[in-house]
C-alpha cells in the first residue's frame, strides 16, 4: 500500500497551507464560464450531425440528367414560345411538349389558362380532301402536306402536322394562311387572340448526361444545312421582348443545403432583339444521409451573356439559350453523427486545457503582485 501510495501523482495539500485570491476567484469564474460555453458547443456538435465533403472522379456513365425549370415571359404569348434540347452526342428533342405546362398571363402577370403543352387540334368537321371537294360517308381524310410529304401516303391532318412536315424538310413556315388546316384551325387568329399575353412555362426535361443546350425561342425549331434555326416568319412580327425570370432551374433533386444560383434570376431586355445566353457548369452531387438514403443530383455554377442582333438576323439569334456542361468531379456529401469517444476526448481537452490556462494565469497574477508589494515594502524600508 505504501508503494501504492508512491505513485500519487496528485498529493494533497492540507486545507492549512491554502491562500485564497480575489483574483483568483475572478480567474475561476470566467473559466468556468468558459468551460460551459466550450461544453455546450462541443455538445451540440455531438447531437448534430456533420457533413463529410469528398471529391471524386465521376465515372458513371449512360446515365441521363432531369433538368426542373420554371422560367416566365412577361411579352411572349404562349402559342408562339417553343422549347427544344439538343445535346453534343447529336440527339435533338424539339418543341418538346411531353411534361411541359404553360400559363397564359395577361399585361399585370395574372392566370388566364392553364393548359399542358401539346393539346389535341380542334376536331375536324367535314374537312377538304388533298384532291378537293368534301369527305363523303365512311371517308377517311387525309390532309396534304404541300409539298413536305415524306411518302404517297403521308398525311397532315392539322396545321401542326403541316409545320412539322415542314420542319423535317428545313423549309420555314413562312405564310399559314396559304395552309388550308391553319385557317380552319384558326392559327393566326390565335395568335392575334393573345398578342399582349405573357407565358409561365414550367416542367422538366430529361437529357443524355452530356454537355448539351436548351433554349426557349419564339416559333419552331429546324434545321438546314445543319445550321439550327428558329422560324418566328408565321407570326409576322419582327422583334420579340424576350425580357424574364427564372422562377427556378435546378438540375436533379433538392438535396439539403443545395443553392440554384438563377433562381429569382430577372433579366430586362434593352435592345429590340437579341440572344441570351446562361453558360452553366453542371458538378455531379451525391448526397447521403445518416439514415443511409442516398440522393444523386447537381450543383452548377453559372455566368450570363447577353448578345445583339440585327433585325435581318432574327431567326438565328433570338431566344434564352441554356448551354451547360458537365464536369469530370464528383462531390460526395455524408451526413454523420461523431463517435462517443471523439465527443469525450474533446470534453476532456476542453476541462483539462482551460483549468492549465487558468492556472498560468492565476500564477503569473499572484506571483507578479506578490513580487510587486515585496519591492514596495523594501523602497518604505529604504
Same mark, same amino acid.
Given at each position: 500500500?505504501?508503494k501504492?501510495?508512491?505513485?500519487?501523482?496528485?498529493? !494533497?495539500i492540507n486545507?492549512?497551507f491554502?491562500?485564497?485570491?480575489?483574483?483568483g476567484?475572478v480567474?475561476t469564474?470566467?473559466?468556468? &464560464?468558459?468551460?460551459s460555453?466550450?461544453?455546450?458547443?462541443?455538445l451540440?456538435?455531438?447531437?448534430h450531425?456533420?457533413?463529410?465533403?469528398?471529391l471524386?472522379?465521376?465515372t458513371?456513365?449512360?446515365?441521363?440528367l432531369?433538368i426542373?425549370?420554371?422560367v416566365?415571359?412577361?411579352?411572349v404569348?404562349?402559342? *408562339?414560345?417553343?422549347?427544344?434540347?439538343?445535346?453534343?452526342s447529336?440527339?435533338q428533342?424539339l418543341?418538346?411538349?411531353?411534361?411541359?405546362?404553360k400559363?397564359?398571363?395577361?399585361?399585370h402577370?395574372?392566370?388566364?389558362e392553364?393548359?399542358?403543352?401539346?393539346?389535341?387540334?380542334?376536331k *375536324?368537321?367535314?374537312?377538304?380532301?388533298?384532291?378537293?371537294?368534301r369527305?363523303?360517308?365512311?371517308?377517311t381524310? /387525309?390532309?396534304? /402536306?404541300?409539298?413536305?410529304?415524306?411518302?404517297?401516303?403521308?398525311?397532315?391532318?392539322?396545321?401542326?402536322?403541316v409545320?412539322?412536315?415542314?420542319?423535317?424538310?428545313? %423549309?420555314?413556315?413562312?405564310?399559314?394562311?396559304?395552309?388550308?388546316?391553319?385557317?380552319?384551325?384558326?392559327?393566326?387568329? !390565335?395568335?392575334k387572340?393573345?398578342e399582349g399575353?405573357?407565358?409561365?412555362i414550367y416542367?422538366?426535361l430529361?437529357?443524355?448526361? $452530356?454537355?448539351?443546350?436548351?433554349?426557349?425561342?419564339?416559333?419552331?425549331?429546324?434545321?438546314?444545312?445543319?445550321?439550327?434555326?428558329?422560324?418566328?416568319?408565321?407570326f409576322?412580327?419582327?422583334?420579340?421582348?424576350?425580357?424574364?425570370?427564372?422562377?427556378?432551374?435546378?438540375?436533379?433533386?433538392?438535396?439539403?443545403?443545395?443553392v440554384?444560383?438563377l433562381?429569382?434570376?430577372q %433579366?430586362?431586355?434593352?435592345?429590340? &432583339?437579341?440572344m441570351?445566353?446562361?453558360?452553366?457548369? $453542371?458538378?455531379?452531387?451525391?448526397y447521403?444521409?445518416v439514415?443511409?438514403?442516398?440522393?444523386?443530383?447537381?450543383?452548377?455554377?453559372?455566368?450570363?451573356h447577353?448578345?445583339?442582333?440585327?433585325?435581318g438576323?432574327?431567326?438565328?439569334?433570338t431566344?434564352?439559350?441554356?448551354i451547360?456542361?458537365?464536369?469530370?468531379?464528383?462531390?460526395?456529401?455524408t451526413e454523420?453523427?461523431?463517435?462517443f469517444?471523439?465527443f469525450?476526448?474533446n470534453v /476532456?481537452?476542453?476541462?483539462?486545457? $482551460?483549468?492549465?490556462v487558468?492556472?498560468?494565469?492565476?500564477?503569473?497574477?499572484?506571483?507578479?503582485?506578490?513580487?510587486?508589494?515585496?519591492?514596495?515594502?523594501?523602497?518604505?524600508?529604504s
Amino acid at each position: 500500500m505504501n508503494k501504492l501510495k508512491n505513485l500519487d501523482v496528485y498529493p !494533497k495539500i492540507n486545507e492549512d497551507f491554502y491562500s485564497r485570491t480575489l483574483s483568483g476567484g475572478v480567474i475561476t469564474l470566467v473559466s468556468t &464560464i468558459v468551460m460551459s460555453l466550450l461544453f455546450f458547443s462541443e455538445l451540440r456538435l455531438y447531437v448534430h450531425p456533420v457533413i463529410e465533403t469528398k471529391l471524386v472522379v465521376d465515372t458513371s456513365r449512360g446515365e441521363t440528367l432531369r433538368i426542373n425549370f420554371d422560367v416566365t415571359f412577361p411579352a411572349v404569348a404562349c402559342s *408562339i414560345l417553343s422549347l427544344d434540347a439538343i445535346d453534343i452526342s447529336g440527339e435533338q428533342h424539339l418543341d418538346v411538349k411531353h411534361d411541359i405546362v404553360k400559363k397564359r398571363l395577361d399585361a399585370h402577370g395574372n392566370v388566364i389558362e392553364v393548359r399542358p403543352d401539346g393539346i389535341g387540334t380542334p376536331k *375536324i368537321e367535314k374537312p377538304l380532301q388533298k384532291h378537293g371537294g368534301r369527305l363523303g360517308h365512311n371517308e377517311t381524310y /387525309c390532309g396534304s /402536306c404541300y409539298g413536305a410529304e415524306e411518302s404517297d401516303d403521308h398525311c397532315c391532318n392539322s396545321c401542326e402536322d403541316v409545320h412539322d412536315a415542314y420542319r423535317s424538310k428545313g %423549309w420555314a413556315f413562312s405564310n399559314p394562311n396559304m395552309i388550308d388546316q391553319c385557317k380552319r384551325e384558326g392559327f393566326l387568329q !390565335k395568335i392575334k387572340d393573345e398578342e399582349g399575353e405573357g407565358c409561365n412555362i414550367y416542367g422538366s426535361l430529361e437529357v443524355n448526361k $452530356v454537355a448539351g443546350t436548351f433554349h426557349f425561342a419564339p416559333g419552331k425549331s429546324f434545321e438546314e444545312s445543319s445550321i439550327h434555326l428558329n422560324d418566328s416568319q408565321a407570326f409576322q412580327k419582327d422583334s420579340f421582348n424576350l425580357s424574364h425570370k427564372i422562377n427556378r432551374l435546378a438540375f436533379g433533386d433538392f438535396f439539403p443545403g443545395v443553392v440554384n444560383p438563377l433562381d429569382g434570376v430577372q %433579366w430586362m431586355q434593352k435592345q429590340q &432583339i437579341g440572344m441570351y445566353q446562361y453558360f452553366i457548369k $453542371v458538378v455531379p452531387t451525391v448526397y447521403s444521409d445518416v439514415s443511409g438514403h442516398t440522393i444523386r443530383s447537381n450543383q452548377f455554377s453559372v455566368t450570363e451573356h447577353y448578345k445583339g442582333a440585327e433585325i435581318g438576323f432574327l431567326d438565328t439569334t433570338t431566344g434564352v439559350f441554356f448551354i451547360y456542361d458537365l464536369s469530370p468531379i464528383k462531390v460526395t456529401f455524408t451526413e454523420q453523427h461523431a463517435s462517443f469517444l471523439h465527443f469525450l476526448t474533446n470534453v /476532456c481537452a476542453i476541462v483539462g486545457g $482551460v483549468f492549465t490556462v487558468a492556472g498560468i494565469i492565476d500564477s503569473c497574477i499572484y506571483h507578479g503582485h506578490k513580487a510587486m508589494k515585496k519591492k514596495m515594502e523594501l523602497g518604505k524600508m529604504s
